[in-house]
Every structure is written in structure tokens, then in C-alpha cells.
């Protein structure tokens, strides 16, 4: 086996080296008059920021293998180059820097032409480097950036012994709302080992599509195989609600602040989330949180149980003002129950008016901050 991973791996570097390659000649077309190392591997990284970002993370991902081999007692497989180590190395970067080629660079260099060239070939780049970023970008919008401390009785929850597929996927998508370092190893791991096709390929598209350097294995030959069983995994508010009340992986949950909002405000809750995020904050968000059981379409009696459910389970109570949320019964509904629960409710005010409820929080929309004030 270590003979067929290795192998793998020096194929997949041979194909990451010929596309590599075919980057360096539209490159070496916008050179300027006078370049070396330094210059080459500026250009490529400005130029394509993804594609040196994806060698920063393969180099980081084989570095970690290795080094959990060796840990283990094992000889290691990989020993990558570090990017720009890897970057230089490579037969066409060493042919551009030879004597004899930057001399006819120079002798063919167009001075009066290379300013408009070369303008040219960035402005089609930069739009080719944002197409990608805004996917990327969307793929993340409404993932938390924090590392809730249930995270390991999840994971825990997942490698149990006997797990059904409803399980495993229930906790794959609880996971997939967060970008954390334990959330990704997890996602990896996922895509290396797991013998349950439908996860196993979602793992692998969740790390391609929010920007991690993947590749999706094979499937296992021999006495190893592949799981074909799936879910649709179709879920209502009474579901959420029965799993609350047992002994399930959702009535482990802890949130830092229970956003009470109007969703048509739901630009503006994207923001305060991120500016939230930034303390290190787990929020819970109705339409992100428990966006596969609480469905608009199934709004009933049971969505206010579960919405009490999660008050009860959140520290803190943040009501973001607004003339939709003031015009809301829910919002209504959820600061009361709060105010019974005798939770700490705080206030981002984004209306003219003076708030005389709640404590407010200082909130700048511009850079997506907030001040955040903790309670006892």
C-alpha cells in the first residue's frame, strides 16, 4: 500500500507540474525586461493567487501525513517540496532562468508594446481570479467561522460504533456549517476512508467548492469497499424536535447568542454573524442553524417549540433591531420567552430610534464589527 500511495502521489505532482508548465508559458509572454526567481514567482503568484494557494495547501496536507507517519513509528511516504521550493525546481522555471533564454528575452523585447500587454493579460486574469473567489466566496457565506465546543461529541458521535446513515449524515451537515480545524481534518479523513460513497463524495465536493486543496480517492480494491446505501435525509420541525428531547447529538448543543431577527433582514444577519464570529461566538441562526429541519414550508406549532428549545440553549440573546423586526410577531414571541428564561438580551439597533430594552451593542456595518459585551 505505501508503494501505491507514493505512486499516486508523484502522478499527481507530474500532472500538477504539466499544468504548472502550460501557466508559465502564457507568463513568460509578460516578462518584463529584466527578471529572475523572485519575479517569476511574484508574477505566478499574482497572476494565478489559486493555483500557488493550492500548492501551499497540498505541501501542508502530505507535510502533515508525513509527519503522522513518522509519529507513528512509519517510514514516510512523501517528503513534499516546500511551494516555493517546488515552484523553482520545476524544468521550465530552471529553462526561463537559464543565461541563454533571458538573453533572447531581451534581444525579442517589445518596450514600446509590454505596458499594454501585459495590462491586457492582467485585466483578464483579474476577472478569471474573482469569478473563482466569488464562487468560493458563496460557498462560504453562511459558514461560521468559530470551533463550537461540541464539535469532538459530534465526531465522537460519528465513529460510534453501529451508526446508521441517517446518523452519519444528520452530523455531516451539523459540521459543514463550521470551518474549523477539526471540522477539516474530519472532512479529509472523510474523503480518504470513508466506505459510504454518498458522505464520502459530499465530503469531497464541500472541501473542493469552499476552497481546499482535495482529490477524490478511488475506490477501494479487494477486501476493502464501498458503502452504496443513502439517505434523502428529508427532515421536519417535529423530527428536530423528537431529537431535542432524547438522548441525540442536538440536545448537546451550546450557542453562544440566539440571533432574534426578521428574515427579511437576512443580508444584514449575514453580516452581524461574521462581525460575531470574529469573538470566537457560535451563533445560532434559525435558517442556517437548523436550516434542514426548519423548512418556511412546514411552519407550525412545533417551530416554536424547537425555536425555545434553542433560547434555552443559548448564553446570550442578541435582538437586531429593525423596522422588520419590530413589525414581527416571532421576534415578539422569542424576546418574551427569553425575558421568562431571564436570559442576557442585547440589542443592535439599526433604527433611528432610541433602544430602552436592551443593552445595545456598537455595531459598524462598514467593517462588520461589533463590541461585543460579555455577560456574568
Known amino acids: 500500500?505505501?508503494?501505491?500511495?507514493?505512486?499516486?502521489?508523484?502522478?499527481?505532482?507530474?500532472?500538477?507540474?504539466?499544468?504548472?508548465?502550460?501557466?508559465?508559458?502564457?507568463?513568460?509572454?509578460?516578462?518584463?525586461?529584466?527578471?529572475?526567481?523572485?519575479?517569476?514567482?511574484?508574477?505566478?503568484?499574482?497572476?494565478?493567487?489559486?493555483?500557488?494557494?493550492?500548492?501551499?495547501?497540498?505541501?501542508?496536507?502530505?507535510?502533515?501525513?508525513?509527519?503522522?507517519?513518522?509519529?507513528?513509528?512509519?517510514?514516510?511516504?512523501?517528503?513534499?517540496?516546500?511551494?516555493?521550493?517546488?515552484?523553482?525546481?520545476?524544468?521550465?522555471?530552471?529553462?526561463?532562468?537559464?543565461?541563454?533564454?533571458?538573453?533572447?528575452?531581451?534581444?525579442?523585447?517589445?518596450?514600446?508594446?509590454?505596458?499594454?500587454?501585459?495590462?491586457?493579460?492582467?485585466?483578464?486574469?483579474?476577472?478569471?481570479?474573482?469569478?473563482?473567489?466569488?464562487?468560493?466566496?458563496?460557498?462560504?457565506?453562511?459558514?461560521?467561522?468559530?470551533?463550537?465546543?461540541?464539535?469532538?461529541?459530534?465526531?465522537?458521535?460519528?465513529?460510534?460504533?453501529?451508526?446508521?446513515?441517517?446518523?452519519?449524515?444528520?452530523?455531516?451537515?451539523?459540521?459543514?456549517?463550521?470551518?474549523?480545524?477539526?471540522?477539516?481534518?474530519?472532512?479529509?479523513?472523510?474523503?480518504?476512508?470513508?466506505?459510504?460513497?454518498?458522505?464520502?463524495?459530499?465530503?469531497?465536493?464541500?472541501?473542493?467548492?469552499?476552497?481546499?486543496?482535495?482529490?477524490?480517492?478511488?475506490?477501494?480494491?479487494?477486501?476493502k469497499y464501498f458503502m452504496t446505501e443513502k439517505t434523502q435525509f428529508f427532515m421536519t420541525p417535529i423530527d428536530l424536535l423528537k431529537r431535542i428531547e432524547s438522548n441525540n447529538i442536538q440536545n448537546k448543543k451550546v450557542y453562544d447568542v440566539f440571533i432574534s431577527h426578521s428574515y427579511k433582514d437576512t443580508d444584514i444577519i449575514k453580516k452581524i454573524i461574521k462581525a460575531l464570529n470574529k469573538h470566537s461566538l457560535n451563533i445560532y441562526c434559525d435558517w442556517t442553524s437548523d436550516n434542514d429541519f426548519l423548512k418556511r414550508e412546514l411552519v407550525s406549532d412545533y417551530t416554536k417549540v424547537v425555536l425555545k428549545k434553542r433560547i434555552a440553549q443559548s448564553n446570550n440573546v442578541v435582538f437586531v433591531k429593525t423596522q422588520n423586526s419590530l413589525e414581527s410577531d416571532w421576534v415578539n414571541f422569542e424576546l418574551d420567552y427569553s425575558r421568562d428564561l431571564g436570559k442576557n438580551i442585547l440589542c443592535i439597533n439599526l433604527t433611528d430610534e432610541e433602544e430602552v430594552r436592551f443593552k445595545e451593542l456598537d455595531y459598524n456595518a462598514e467593517h462588520e464589527s461589533v463590541q461585543w459585551v460579555r455577560s456574568d
Open 1 to 223: 500500500m505505501p508503494g501505491v500511495a507514493q505512486r499516486k502521489y508523484v502522478g499527481e505532482t507530474m500532472r500538477i507540474n504539466k499544468k504548472t508548465t502550460q501557466i508559465l508559458r502564457r507568463i513568460s509572454d509578460v516578462l518584463p525586461y529584466n527578471y529572475n526567481e523572485d519575479t517569476l514567482l511574484a508574477l505566478f503568484q499574482e497572476l494565478y493567487p489559486h493555483e500557488w494557494e493550492k500548492l501551499n495547501q497540498r505541501y501542508q496536507q502530505y507535510k502533515k501525513k508525513d509527519e503522522f507517519l513518522s509519529k507513528n513509528g512509519k517510514k514516510i511516504r512523501y517528503t513534499p517540496d516546500s511551494p516555493r521550493v517546488h515552484f523553482l525546481n520545476l524544468p521550465k522555471v530552471k529553462h526561463m532562468l537559464s543565461k541563454g533564454m533571458i538573453a533572447k528575452h531581451k534581444a525579442n523585447f517589445d518596450k514600446l508594446g509590454y505596458q499594454e500587454k501585459f495590462d491586457s493579460f492582467k485585466a483578464k486574469r483579474q476577472n478569471t481570479i474573482k469569478s473563482r473567489s466569488d464562487k468560493i466566496a458563496k460557498a462560504n457565506e453562511l459558514i461560521q467561522k468559530v470551533e463550537p465546543l461540541y464539535i469532538d461529541a459530534f465526531i465522537a458521535a460519528y465513529h460510534k460504533r453501529g451508526i446508521s446513515i441517517d446518523g452519519k449524515m444528520e452530523i455531516f451537515k451539523e459540521l459543514q456549517k463550521y470551518k474549523s480545524r477539526k471540522v477539516l481534518e474530519l472532512f479529509y479523513k472523510l474523503n480518504d476512508s470513508e466506505r459510504n460513497n454518498q458522505i464520502r463524495n459530499m465530503a469531497f465536493k464541500h472541501l473542493q467548492v469552499t476552497g481546499n486543496y482535495v482529490k477524490l480517492r478511488k475506490n477501494f480494491k479487494g477486501k
